[in-house]
């Protein structure tokens, strides 16, 4: 994610004072615990709305890498993975493998109805499991086909099983629901997340637990699945959603459109947008689809700012490792976002890009390289986001070598470095949890892997990158995972040099 300043000052930031570049992603508000009275739901529908998600699609050899595993001990219910910096959210107690979203939603009125289902399975023995969810009215709850009981814990959503269950048990969870999605604020940057309207449409920013906003989910990218998104909307709305698009079913005043993803996702990047869209395609290398939705006022521009996308996976791929996933592409809302984010195949932006091409390139780019670094590659904690901004930071640079030259990158580095001594701001590898996506993080993050790149020499800093990316793909990192693959590959101990950048109060020097 990228918060941008005004288009006038763009190039200038971008080349001289990358700080301006700081991805942002945001905390939502403390939510205060309800009292857990149990509710029973109402009795099921003859046919169980379980009955609405077709099969997951075979995803086990994506799933093969490795992930967080559980982080808390087995009581019978679970409220969160106990990450360090937002111990609520997700769950240990399960492992979500796949959910689908039949929706129906009115832009024009911003109401949002339909049914959520969740494939899963226990990880621990639990007699209730949680999702994360608040706000909206519940129609509907059923296990397996059959009624539950659950309650409201503040953004908890509780929900008991008939009788507990050991672990490894398979289960199908549905949760009918109506309302308004409200974005929540944010603790860390001033942005709000979640679902959101745009001048024409809606949209969904979700970093880092906005998803909880408008779908019930375990809410932590360590708990990735496979999504079913299947959205109606009434006429002339486009849907444009993660994944590939399979179908998109005229009802006469109204369409159905439905995604899917083979591949895991991580809930904070599942995106829905919904708005008058113009769909422009490429495609880049190996045949690989790119897909495009504009607003229509603006789709000619905004083609001409997107056109080197399919040069910059090429490139990318040869630096990273193979493109990850089926499809990749782009949505710009119909609305002035101060931000972008790398919703995963399908990267967010507001219109305010296409005001600045010049500028804009270093974005797109960044939020490109995210579907290496953050998407498929995921964080085990938050702490570690700058696993994900410190390298897509660096990534839009070596862009900018690449279109340029070495010299030109070292010194964009070097007055980047600059410009970091004398700020105060926390090293990246423990940023507060009241600024966590602070310049540090993007900035120092990506002064990090220069000076490795420097330290370790070209041949060995890609080798490192490429291993890293094949290893953990489609599953989650940490820290310490990346620096044990770059001691690994380099055959030297890194620790000091990991030590000075991700953890020391003052900004070290370039080696």
Same mark, same amino acid.
């Given at each position: 994610?990228?918060?941008?300043?005004?288009?006038?000052?763009?190039?200038?930031?971008? =080349?001289?004072?990358?700080?301006?570049?700081?991805?942002?992603?945001?905390?939502?508000?403390?939510?205060?615990?309800?009292?857990?009275?149990?509710?029973?739901?109402?009795?099921?529908?003859?046919?169980?709305?379980?009955?609405?998600?077709?099969?997951?699609?075979?995803?086990?050899?994506?799933?093969?890498?490795?992930?967080?595993?559980?982080?808390?001990?087995?009581?019978?219910?679970?409220?969160?993975?106990?990450?360090?910096?937002?111990?609520?959210?997700?769950?240990?107690?399960?492992?979500?493998?796949?959910?689908?979203?039949?929706?129906?939603?009115?832009?024009?009125?911003?109401?949002?109805?339909?049914?959520?289902?969740?494939?899963?399975?226990?990880?621990?023995?639990?007699?209730?499991?949680?999702?994360?969810?608040?706000?909206?009215?519940?129609?509907?709850?059923?296990?397996?086909?059959?009624?539950?009981?659950?309650?409201?814990?503040?953004?908890?959503?509780?929900?008991?099983?008939?009788?507990?269950?050991?672990?490894?048990?398979?289960?199908?969870?549905?949760?009918?629901?109506?309302? #308004?999605?409200?974005?929540?604020?944010?603790?860390?940057?001033?942005?709000?997340?979640?679902?959101? #309207?745009?001048?024409?449409?809606?949209?969904? &920013?979700?970093?880092?637990?906005?998803?909880?906003?408008?779908?019930?989910?375990?809410?932590?990218?360590?708990?990735?699945?496979?999504?079913?998104?299947?959205?109606?909307?009434?006429?002339?709305?486009?849907?444009?959603?993660?994944?590939?698009?399979?179908?998109?079913?005229?009802?006469?005043?109204?369409?159905?459109?439905?995604?899917?993803?083979?591949?895991?996702?991580?809930?904070?990047?599942?995106?829905?947008?919904?708005?008058?869209?113009?769909?422009?395609?490429?495609?880049?290398?190996?045949?690989?689809?790119?897909?495009?939705?504009?607003?229509?006022?603006?789709?000619?521009?905004?083609?001409?700012?997107?056109?080197?996308?399919?040069?910059?996976?090429?490139?990318?791929?040869?630096?990273?490792?193979?493109?990850?996933?089926?499809?990749?592409?782009?949505?710009?809302?119909?609305?002035?976002?101060?931000?972008?984010?790398?919703?995963?195949?399908?990267?967010?932006?507001?219109?305010?890009?296409?005001?600045?091409?010049?500028?804009?390139?270093?974005?797109?780019?960044?939020?490109?390289?995210?579907?290496?670094?953050?998407?498929?590659?995921?964080?085990?904690?938050?702490?570690?986001?700058?696993?994900?901004?410190?390298?897509?930071?660096?990534?839009?640079?070596?862009?900018?070598?690449?279109?340029?030259?070495?010299?030109?990158?070292?010194?964009?580095?070097?007055?980047?470095?600059?410009?970091?001594?004398?700020?105060?701001?926390?090293?990246?590898? #423990?940023?507060?949890?009241?600024?966590?996506?602070?310049?540090?993080?993007?900035? #120092?993050?990506?002064?990090?892997?220069?000076?490795?790149?420097?330290?370790?020499?070209?041949?060995?800093?890609?080798?490192?990158?490429?291993?890293?990316?094949?290893?953990?793909?489609?599953?989650? &990192?940490?820290? &310490?995972?990346?620096?044990?693959?770059?001691?690994?590959?380099?055959?030297?101990?890194?620790?000091?040099?990991?030590?000075?950048? =991700?953890?020391?109060?003052?900004?070290?020097? =370039?080696?």
């Amino acid at each position: 994610m990228c918060i941008l300043p005004p288009p006038r000052r763009l190039v200038r930031l971008l =080349l001289l004072l990358p700080v301006g570049l700081a991805s942002a992603a945001c905390e939502g508000p403390p939510v205060g615990p309800a009292p857990p009275t149990a509710i029973v739901a109402p009795p099921a529908p003859a046919s169980p709305t379980s009955a609405l998600a077709p099969a997951a699609p075979t995803a086990a050899s994506r799933r093969a890498a490795p992930g967080c595993g559980p982080a808390l001990a087995p009581p019978l219910r679970l409220d969160g993975r106990g990450d360090p910096y937002l111990p609520r959210l997700g769950n240990a107690g399960y492992a979500a493998q796949h959910y689908t979203l039949d929706l129906r939603v009115d832009p024009d009125t911003d109401v949002l109805s339909g049914t959520v289902t969740m494939q899963a399975q226990t990880l621990q023995g639990l007699g209730a499991f949680d999702l994360d969810f608040q706000g909206l009215t519940i129609d509907d709850i059923t296990v397996d086909g059959a009624r539950a009981v659950y309650f409201r814990d503040g953004a908890e959503l509780v929900i008991q099983f008939p009788q507990p269950v050991p672990p490894g048990t398979r289960f199908t969870s549905a949760v009918t629901y109506h309302g #308004r999605p409200q974005p929540a604020p944010a603790k860390a940057v001033p942005i709000t997340i979640g679902w959101q #309207r745009g001048t024409h449409g809606t949209f969904v &920013a979700d970093e880092p637990e906005g998803a909880e906003t408008w779908y019930p989910v375990s809410d932590h990218p360590c708990d990735k699945a496979t999504y079913t998104l299947r959205i109606t909307v009434p006429q002339p709305y486009v849907v444009a959603a993660n994944g590939l698009l399979r179908s998109a079913d005229d009802h006469g005043t109204s369409t159905t459109y439905l995604w899917e993803t083979r591949d895991p996702l991580a809930s904070y990047l599942v995106t829905v947008d919904i708005g008058d869209f113009a769909l422009r395609t490429d495609q880049g290398t190996g045949g690989l689809p790119i897909r495009n939705y504009f607003p229509r006022d603006l789709a000619d521009q905004a083609a001409q700012i997107f056109a080197p996308t399919k040069d910059m996976i090429a490139f990318y791929s040869s630096r990273f490792g193979p493109y990850p996933f089926d499809v990749y592409g782009v949505v710009v809302v119909d609305a002035d976002l101060n931000f972008s984010l790398e919703t995963q195949t399908l990267s967010l932006f507001g219109r305010g890009v296409v005001g600045d091409p010049a500028g804009a390139s270093l974005v797109v780019a960044h939020e490109l390289s995210h579907q290496w670094f953050g998407d498929s590659v995921s964080l085990k904690s938050w702490q570690d986001i700058w696993l994900n901004e410190g390298f897509a930071t660096y990534a839009q640079y070596l862009w900018y070598e690449h279109t340029h030259d070495r010299a030109a990158l070292d010194t964009v580095m070097q007055t980047l470095r600059d410009t970091l001594v004398g700020q105060r701001l926390p090293p990246p590898g #423990r940023p507060p949890l009241d600024d966590l996506f602070n310049a540090s993080v993007y900035n #120092r993050g990506a002064l990090t892997l220069h000076a490795l790149r420097r330290t370790v020499g070209d041949d060995t800093f890609f080798r490192i990158l490429q291993t890293y990316t094949a290893r953990y793909r489609y599953g989650n &990192a940490g820290t &310490a995972d990346f620096i044990a693959v770059a001691q690994e590959v380099s055959g030297r101990d890194l620790r000091s040099l990991f030590d000075s950048w =991700l953890y020391a109060d003052a900004v070290p020097a =370039l080696p």
